[in-house]
C-alpha cells in the first residue's frame, strides 16, 4: 500500500502496523522526517533499534530481552518477493531509505501490491500541499493570516519539509497584534541564495568562503545548505552511470544540468565511500550539537570540494 507523507505529518502520527516500509522520492528532508516518525512510534518496549548495511547482515539470534527488532536498512540490494516472503516469517520489522532511481522500481511495484508493507513516496513540497502543513500549523497556535499575506508566505517558505518547518517554528513567538508584512520579513529567512553555493562549487576556495561569509549567517541558512549538499551525495552515490544520474536529476534545474553532470562524471566507487564518509560524520556533528554552526557549515562545503576535485 502507499501511505501520504502529508497525511503522517499533519495526523502527527502514524500506526506501526507492517512488517515492511519502503521510504524513497527525491527530497532527502522529508525521507528523513518519515525515517524519524517510524523510529518515535515503534514501541519500545516490544521493538529494539538495529542499523544494518543490508538485510544480508542480519543475524538470527534471540534477543536477550525476547523482543522484536525494527532493522534501519542502508541498502537495497538482494530484495525480491522471495526475499520478503522469508523475512516476513519473523515478526520484526524493516525499514528501507532510498532516494528514487531505475532498481527501486520493481521493489516498489512488489510493496505496493503487499499488505504487510507501505511505500512512503516523498517529493519536494507543492503550492497545495505548503498551503495544508501551513493552515494546520496556524490552526494550532490559532493565528489568522490576511489572505495576502497568507499566500506571500506561501511563496517564501522553502519546498523541502524540514526548511520549512525550521522557519514555520519561528511563527511560534508571533501574537495575533504583531503579524504583518515587517514581521514575517524579520523572522522568515530568504533561502533561494543558499542552494546556489553549492552550484559555484567548482570555484576557487577564496571566492567560495567570500561568497559564503556573505550568505551563510545563521544555523537555519547552515542548515539548508547541509541539506542540499546531502541531497546531491545521496544522488551521486545511489547512481551507477551517467545517464542514470542525468535522469534523477530535478527538472526545475535546468540550467544547472551540465554542472552536475561535470561533478558526477568525477566520482568513483573510493569517492563515493568517502562522500558517504562525510555525510555520516556531519550527520553525527548535528546530533552532537543541536544545530550546525557556520564554521562546521563551510567545512562541510569545503571537504565535499576536496573529495569531487582530488
Known sequence: MKIDPITLILNNKIIIDK???????NEITLMEKMKDMILCCIDKKKYSVERIKNVKSIKREGSLFNTGRLYVVEELGGLDKQALDLLSQSNDIYLFM?????KIKSLKNIMLKRADSAV??????TKETKSKILKSFLN??????DNDLYWSLI?????????????????????????????????????????RIFFQIFNENKLIIENY??????????????????????LIISCEDRLDFENSIPTYLFREKK?????????????????????????????????LTVVLGLRLLLSFKKIAIS
Open 155 to 195: 511563496d517564501r517558505l522553502e519546498n523541502r519539509y524540514m526548511l520549512m518547518e525550521n522557519e514555520l517554528n519561528k511563527l511560534r513567538g508571533l501574537s495575533a497584534e504583531s503579524i504583518n508584512h515587517d514581521s514575517i520579513d524579520r523572522i522568515i529567512s530568504k533561502n533561494e541564495a543558499v542552494e
Open 140 to 145: 494550532k497556535l490559532e493565528l489568522v493570516f
Open 213 to 234: 561569509n556573505k550568505k551563510i549567517t545563521n544555523s537555519n541558512e547552515v542548515n539548508s545548505l547541509y541539506y542540499t549538499i546531502k541531497q546531491f551525495s545521496y
Open 120 to 125: 512512503i513516496d516523498c517529493y519536494e513540497l
Open 98 to 102: 532510498s532516494q528514487n532511481n531505475p
Open 19 to 25: 512488517f515492511f516500509y519502503l521510504i524513497s522520492g
Open 259 to 291: 554542472m552536475l553532470l561535470d561533478l558526477f562524471t568525477g566520482f568513483n566507487l573510493n569517492k563515493k565511500k568517502y562522500l558517504l564518509n562525510l555525510i555520516f560524520r556531519t550527520e553525527k556533528a548535528i546530533r552532537k550539537n543541536g544545530n
